[in-house]
């Protein structure tokens, strides 16, 4: 049953893809569009044809429109500059021929007012269908001489929709020429109020559906918004018996498109446009009644984009080419699991994940031989040596140890088999105590003598108890003072320490008994100092200073050989640090190590005395792993994951320790160690929260030990121990028994602790004499008890007991010239103690460090300030005359110095498009009536941007003719500059570099506060502008925040950078693009135009 259950599951996953199969023939289109009369033959529209062969279109819809003056005129003509001639109409149809496309030919009717063609209503509808039928007989001509595929009889003329009969005449006559499919054009809001449907091929759609009421729909939202439009547009077809073409579809790149998808403005928002890309294609892929859908749309010069439409260079555009590419099956083979009975699943992925099945290979599914396991007996190493029981009165101890045989490969077919060794090794039973005794004083002399305390010859019998019993003296006595030194006070250091220079130093007191054991002994001491320390970097308040360090950033599976400081961050590491060195200090500065929750935080490489201080360590199966089982100890950290190998001598203290705790005994785990101090932490987990194996002369004190665990479960858990102190350590929660004995657990002392389940008379403790301990001791289970359980609940065990979260308060300010914020701790003073209590502290912390200054709480950009507008520059006109309908316009750059004559003052401009001459008609920037030479019909110009071509720099030129009085107008490829070798568009020597003097670099692009943005708060973004070039240069700039755009322009020497900051409120949360372009409008002759360009994306909540 299982290997049915496998193959199954295999040939689900084959039959599953990204997208289901759709119509073969299915018209995957875009508008090809252009509004000049001879721009079909230019090679921008070759080179723009080829961009959409190699995103998978294999339909267009070429463009060709004729005017109206107005909507009431009868007379529909072609304009002589803006309606594409006959022969650029056949080109544009043979160049996507020759690309393997088909051909939609499109006539439209604008009207000259800019009224929609929807509205129009001419004076006499039968003049108006008669010229119409011209006009469209015209084209219809045009598509049967040239193999088009599909036509277009008419597009949204909404008005003349109900005229049944004078469509009918008009399609008929159509027919008569044409031999193609057909199809009409309706509005989105008018398909079905147009009924001559059944006179045509296909049903054609503009589908600009309004989606949802909101400018930052999710995809989800947008895909659900198709729900209703979907249906309808379904049983429309269904109800007609005609499949649907989409004659246009499109979203412009500005926030907000999908709610009025035919014309929106404002910010740019290009995520937006791909969502509504993807939304419908995802929605009508595989609908069998579409017969396919025309993106509106694809200019002649696909860089252009001047209605925000267009998808080159953006997000749609990978959009749509991964649904129009297509997909080619790649079998892998692939192999299941070896089974029990030595046979394995095979099988095949389509590496492409297509989701077809055409080429399947036969022996899918089918089972080969395999191995499933073969036995293989090792042994394992000896274990070290291990005590068998206690040491013997006769000054012996067995010792035992152990080694495995098992089946490395663990087939199951032979079970491991445990190997047993004994020694007896020499050891003391009993240790004397030697304690001196004095006898009564007779005349004047006494005798001291020595007894051990221990008793240890009386237990044993054995005489080596007794070889370093001290010998018996004699000594003169009376009523003095003293008999030895010793009862005159403890030799020992006093006072505390102190500096000398670099020396520390420390007096000693050594004390003195004169004439010891007469009536006139007295006691003195004596002083004298001592060198405790020499500093090599100073000594301060009699502690030795320690040297600055510069911190490090640390990197993933880095080797520590020395005393380390990290960088204060946050660091994601798969390999966390190794430390390989004998007594190195790791201080990580507060930063967190975050892993991906397999491998070690900090491994210790079986080094001893390493100290590991202030880190965060996440992720990670264990936390700290120490391999050698040695010295090791750890302050002020806070850990997740487990600690192992604490060896003898550690002490773990200060620590928040948050563990997994499992069967594998992985919590805080000591192991076959002695005087180790487990002290001051809060350590949580689920069962063996602290787990001691082979662990002497230990104590677990003064910690906050939480355990959420079942019944059954352990918080101390303990095997082969003696002499364990366990006190004054808090139990807020804990799940089953507070100590727990696997195995020879002796002299494990239980003492003041607070088990919050047992710390009030309703809970079992009475504290009838008032003394803040229990009567009664309190079980725990498993055979021990806390013999003098706390009373009296406390105000607080940990600082979350303390009712609020930490946090920032008050407002920011400057200090030492960067940003300061107070922040806010609160606290449980005492933790654990009768003394407890909860306050707070405000203490200042730098939110931002500034490179410039402070002022008011704000980082200060290093721009030159402003005390007026002139200060910024000149007001006037900027860059060339360009036509707006038929007058001249030019744009008009206003200045703006803001927050003038204070530390905030900075520049930016406004620019203002502004008509200069009015014509009758208007080409390149001019007024054109007629010419008697070249210049009068306008200026020959460069267009579009350089490339190289060979070794030399090429581009489009523009030229103008005056040809018998009328303006001609051509473009052409031609050589622009010679090289010896070109490279990025600019000319450069044979070690690709540029003769070119200027240039202009942005290096670098960040918020500079605050670091988490809220909608309605100050944001300031920080950008680096630098002047790599050889000449001074005035850069102009664009900071675009994806809400406003900031302008300005900085003067810059060779070699000189400036630091600018800008502040912005964004209005609403969202995830934001932001971008700085340094000279927008490619003023500047650059040796490099590639680096004027940054770009991040800003959460603002």
Aim: negative net charge; aromatic residues 12%; contains cysteine.
């Amino acid at each position: 049953m299982k290997n049915k259950i496998i193959l199954i599951l295999m040939l689900v996953l084959l039959s599953c893809s990204a997208y289901a199969a759709h119509n073969p023939d299915f018209q995957e289109g875009f508008t090809f569009t252009s509004w000049w009369y001879n721009d079909y033959y230019s090679s921008a529209a070759s080179d723009s044809l080829d961009k959409l062969d190699v995103i998978g279109t294999d339909y267009i819809a070429v463009l060709v429109t004729q005017y109206m003056d107005d909507i009431t005129s009868t007379d529909i003509y072609s304009d002589g500059t803006k309606t594409p001639s006959d022969g650029s109409i056949v080109q544009a149809i043979e160049k996507a021929h020759s690309r393997g496309m088909k051909v939609m030919l499109k006539p439209h009717i604008d009207v000259k007012t800019g009224d929609w063609r929807g509205d129009i209503n001419p004076s006499n509808w039968n003049t108006w269908f008669n010229n119409y039928a011209a006009f469209i007989n015209h084209y219809a001509d045009i598509a049967e001489a040239n193999g088009v595929e599909i036509f277009v009889v008419g597009t949204e003329l909404k008005s003349s929709a109900s005229r049944l009969s004078d469509w009918q005449n008009v399609i008929s006559g159509i027919k008569a020429k044409y031999n193609g499919s057909t199809v009409y054009a309706a509005n989105w809001d008018n398909y079905d109020n147009v009924n001559f449907w059944n006179d045509l091929d296909y049903i054609g759609v503009n589908a600009y559906f309004p989606l949802t009421g909101k400018t930052n729909p999710t995809l989800a939202e947008l895909k659900s918004a198709w729900t209703v439009h979907k249906n309808s547009l379904s049983s429309f077809s269904a109800s007609k018996g005609k499949n649907i073409i989409f004659t246009e579809i499109g979203y412009q790149s500005i926030d907000g498109t999908n709610m009025h998808p035919w014309w929106s403005s404002g910010i740019d928002d290009e995520d937006e446009q791909a969502d509504c890309y993807r939304a419908a294609l995802e929605e009508f892929w595989d609908e069998d009644w579409l017969e396919g859908m025309y993106w509106w749309h694809w200019y002649y010069n696909y860089n252009q984009d001047y209605d925000d439409f267009g998808v080159y260079g953006k997000p749609a555009r990978d959009v749509v080419e991964e649904f129009y590419i297509g997909c080619e099956e790649n079998w892998i083979v692939q192999y299941g699991s070896c089974l029990a009975n030595d046979t394995q699943l095979k099988y095949y992925i389509d590496q492409n994940s297509c989701g077809t099945t055409d080429d399947l290979p036969a022996d899918n599914g089918t089972y080969v031989a395999c191995d499933y396991c073969t036995p293989n007996m090792v042994f394992t190493n000896w274990t070290d040596w291990e005590n068998g029981g206690n040491c013997l009165m006769n000054d012996s101890q067995k010792q035992n140890r152990s080694r495995v045989e098992y089946d490395e490969n663990y087939c199951g077919e032979i079970e491991n088999v445990t190997h047993w060794e004994s020694q007896y090794v020499a050891c003391d039973y009993c240790v004397p105590d030697w304690q001196a005794y004095n006898t009564s004083c007779v005349d004047g002399n006494l005798t001291q003598y020595y007894e051990d305390d221990n008793g240890c010859y009386g237990i044993t019998g054995l005489g080596s108890d007794l070889d370093e019993q001290p010998a018996n003296q004699t000594l003169s006595c009376g009523s003095g003072e003293c008999n030895l030194s010793s009862d005159c006070g403890t030799d020992s250091y006093v006072g505390g320490k102190y500096c000398d220079g670099d020396n520390v130093m420390e007096v000693y007191r050594t004390y003195n008994c004169a004439d010891p054991g007469k009536s006139n002994s007295s006691c003195s001491y004596s002083e004298q100092e001592f060198l405790r320390d020499t500093c090599e970097d100073g000594c301060l308040n009699g502690i030795c200073k320690v040297p600055s360090r510069e911190c490090i950033i640390p990197y993933e599976g880095m080797v520590i050989t020395e005393d380390t400081t990290l960088c204060t961050d946050n660091y994601y590491f798969n390999d966390g640090l190794n430390i390989s060195a004998n007594n190195i200090a790791l201080d990580c500065n507060d930063s967190l190590i975050q892993g991906d929750f397999s491998g070690y935080g900090i491994t210790i490489d079986g080094v001893e005395g390493t100290v590991i201080k202030n880190c965060e360590i996440k992720g990670f199966k264990n936390a700290v792993r120490n391999s050698g089982n040695v010295r090791l100890k750890l302050f002020d950290n806070e850990l997740y994951g487990s600690i192992t190998g604490i060896g003898s001598d550690s002490t773990i203290s200060g620590n928040k320790i948050f563990t997994g705790g499992s069967a594998t005994f992985d919590g805080v785990d000591v192991n076959q160690a002695s005087n180790v101090t487990i002290s001051n932490n809060r350590i949580v987990g689920s069962d063996h929260i602290i787990y001691l194996n082979r662990v002497y002369n230990s104590k677990i004190i003064d910690n906050i030990i939480v355990e959420y665990g079942q019944s059954w479960t352990r918080t101390i858990s303990m095997d082969g121990v003696g002499n364990i102190l366990i006190k004054n350590n808090t139990f807020p929660y804990r799940g089953g028994y507070g100590a727990y004995c696997w195995y020879s657990c002796s002299d494990v002392d239980i003492i003041n602790n607070r088990w919050y389940e047992h710390d009030e008379e309703s809970e079992g403790c009475f504290d009838s004499d008032v003394d803040g301990i229990c009567d009664d001791p309190f079980n725990l289970g498993a055979g021990f008890s806390d013999d003098y359980p706390i009373a009296q609940p406390l105000t607080c065990y940990t600082n979350s007991d303390c009712w609020k979260e930490n946090g920032w308060t008050g407002n920011e300010y400057c200090s030492d010239g960067d940003v300061y914020q107070d922040y806010r701790r609160y606290r449980c003073y005492n933790p654990g103690t009768y003394d407890s209590y909860c306050s707070y502290t405000d203490m200042p912390k730098i939110k931002s460090e500034c490179e410039n200054g402070c002022s008011d709480g704000i980082c200060l950009s290093e721009d030159c300030a402003c005390s007026d507008d002139d200060d910024c520059g000149n007001d006037g006109y900027v860059g060339n005359s360009y036509c707006s309908g038929d007058d001249v316009y030019r744009v008009y750059r206003k200045w703006d110095c803001h927050n003038p004559g204070t530390n905030e003052a900075y520049c930016s401009y406004d620019d203002d498009e502004r008509m200069i001459e009015g014509c009758t008609n208007c080409m390149n920037g001019n007024c054109v009536e007629g010419c008697s030479i070249d210049s009068d019909c306008g200026s020959n110009v460069w267009i579009g941007s350089p490339y190289c071509s060979g070794d030399d720099v090429w581009q489009v030129y523009g030229i103008w003719n005056c040809n018998a009085g009328t303006c001609e107008y051509s473009e052409n490829d031609e050589l622009k500059e010679s090289c010896i070798n070109c490279l990025n568009s600019v000319c450069v020597n044979d070690y690709g570099e540029s003769s070119k003097e200027s240039d202009i670099r942005v290096t670098g692009l960040v918020v500079q506060y605050p670091q988490n943005p809220a909608a309605g708060s100050t944001v300031v973004f920080a950008f680096n502008l630098k002047n790599t070039g050889k000449v001074d240069v005035e850069a102009e700039w664009k900071l675009d925040t994806g809400e406003e755009v900031i302008r300005g322009y900085n003067e810059l020497k060779p070699g000189e950078a400036r630091i600018i900051g800008r502040k912005t409120k964004y209005s609403a949360a969202g995830s934001y693009a932001v971008k700085i372009i340094a000279d927008p409008n490619e003023e500047v002759d650059e040796s490099d135009e590639s680096n004027n360009e940054k770009e991040i994306v800003v959460e603002v909540s």
